[in-house]
């Protein structure tokens, strides 16, 4: 977003912006517009099963709780978000991190229908058969073609399932680091293609120490899932995981949220490296001891900084070449890879700039040192992205970029949303 007053948004003239407006994080300059006009879609909360119950019908304005909700009697759900407070159509339209990724792909490979507004307003419906150049873009492309009304998603039937949360202090957190790297290695249990996790380790400069937390998820009704074993038999500080009757019982779980951003600022920066023990090693130290060492931070109360791990498995990549692909098109012959997140939550926003070059300095440093060692790889995930990273220009190893630009001349070709449209990664 431009600083309101600043000679590029004057020269731009008044801006528009369109969002469901259901958001659990206050970040910075994400869901706010000076000077134009805010297209809120937060009413549009159309909820409904179709085709016997295979397709969901839902409007952009729910969250994911509320679609897990309205799922659990049917003991049916769809591919979507693990944070229940997150809105539906920011996570379909940049992809899509979930627990069923190592079989279905992104979330936004679950989508085989867009109602979608554009910018001339007419409303059209995009799938594989009409509209499918728009159908392909709309997969990763955000919000550059058009305001999406109505997403159709695919149900799958899932009953009982194992996993929850799990915290570890600094004791720990060596072992957790150790059963983590283990995992995302070949033949771990990343390629159990009913698992998944979200391993974070959490530095706390005040005192020194690294602790660490997982999310824990596998689908079905095995209460000791051998993938997951080395990673749950870690003493704990705390932890949840068990057996759960239904997919929205395991997503009901309080401990599967983000209670502290409410009401503070947060940042999210994202890389990517192989899945391979030396980026790990590169990840944690690199991290662990510039969050330590730094002197600012051991005196601002109340800011967290962690970096957690996704793995985007080859099946999860295959998966969505299966389901009919997407603009962001990875090639399965590259290997596995952690999509990496920084989330950091401070309180004060006079710590912004502090915050926001505390973390670039930090990922620039990763990302040297992990193409020194050969285990880099050329992602960032649009949804952890920060403002002013280069998205685009990783998708389908550079081949996706100048396809999407023609899609949106075709169905925008006084480009509204590349020039008015104030949030989101503009194509360029």
């Not at 996704?310 to 590259?334: E, H, V």
Request: with cysteine.
């Amino acid at each position: 977003m431009l600083p309101p007053g600043s000679r590029s948004s004057r020269e731009r003239g008044p801006g528009l912006q369109s969002g469901a407006g259901v958001t659990c994080l206050q970040v910075p300059g994400a869901a706010s517009l000076n000077d134009g006009v805010m297209i809120a879609t937060t009413n549009l909360k159309g909820l409904q099963l179709e085709t016997n119950n295979t397709i969901l019908s839902l409007g952009p304005g729910h969250t994911w709780a509320q679609v897990y909700d309205y799922l659990g009697p049917y003991d049916l759900t769809v591919v979507g978000g693990r944070y229940g407070p997150v809105g539906v159509a920011g996570l379909l339209l940049g992809g899509g991190v979930d627990y069923f990724g190592n079989q279905y792909g992104w979330a936004m490979n679950n989508v085989v229908k867009y109602e979608v507004v554009l910018a001339n307003s007419s409303i059209v419906e995009a799938n594989a058969n009409q509209h499918a150049d728009l159908f392909w873009a709309l997969k990763g492309g955000s919000n550059n073609y058009g305001i999406v009304t109505r997403f159709d998603l695919i149900t799958y039937n899932v009953e009982e399932v194992y996993g929850g949360t799990a915290a570890f202090d600094a004791s720990s957190t060596p072992g957790f680091l150790e059963a983590v790297t283990s995992f995302f290695q070949p033949g771990g249990g990343v390629y159990d293609p009913q698992v998944a996790i979200n391993p974070c380790i959490y530095p706390v400069p005040s005192s020194g120490t690294v602790l660490s937390n997982l999310v824990a998820f596998y689908r079905g009704n095995d209460a000791t899932p051998e993938s997951l074993w080395n990673l749950t038999r870690i003493p704990a500080a705390t932890q949840d995981i068990g057996l759960r009757s239904s997919f929205d019982m395991f997503m009901d779980n309080p401990n599967i949220d983000l209670p502290e951003v409410r009401t503070n600022n947060v940042l999210y920066w994202s890389t990517s490296v192989k899945a391979t023990a030396e980026a790990i090693e590169i990840l944690n130290t690199t991290f662990t001891q510039a969050v330590l060492e730094n002197a600012r931070l051991k005196k601002m109360n109340g800011t967290s900084m962690f970096m957690c791990m996704q793995a985007i498995t080859t099946n999860w990549q295959q998966a969505a070449r299966d389901l009919g692909g997407d603009a962001i098109d990875l090639d399965p012959a590259n290997g596995t890879f952690l999509a990496i997140v920084f989330p950091t939550i401070w309180p004060d926003e006079e710590d912004q700039d502090f915050i926001y070059s505390f973390v670039d300095d930090v990922v620039v440093e990763i990302e040297r040192k992990a193409k020194a060692a050969d285990v880099y790889y050329p992602f960032v995930y649009m949804n952890d992205a920060v403002r002013g990273q280069r998205v685009y220009e990783h998708y389908g190893s550079g081949k996706s970029l100048p396809k999407m630009k023609r899609i949106s001349m075709a169905y925008d070709p006084e480009q509204v949303f590349q020039r008015l449209e104030a949030s989101g990664f503009k194509l360029g």
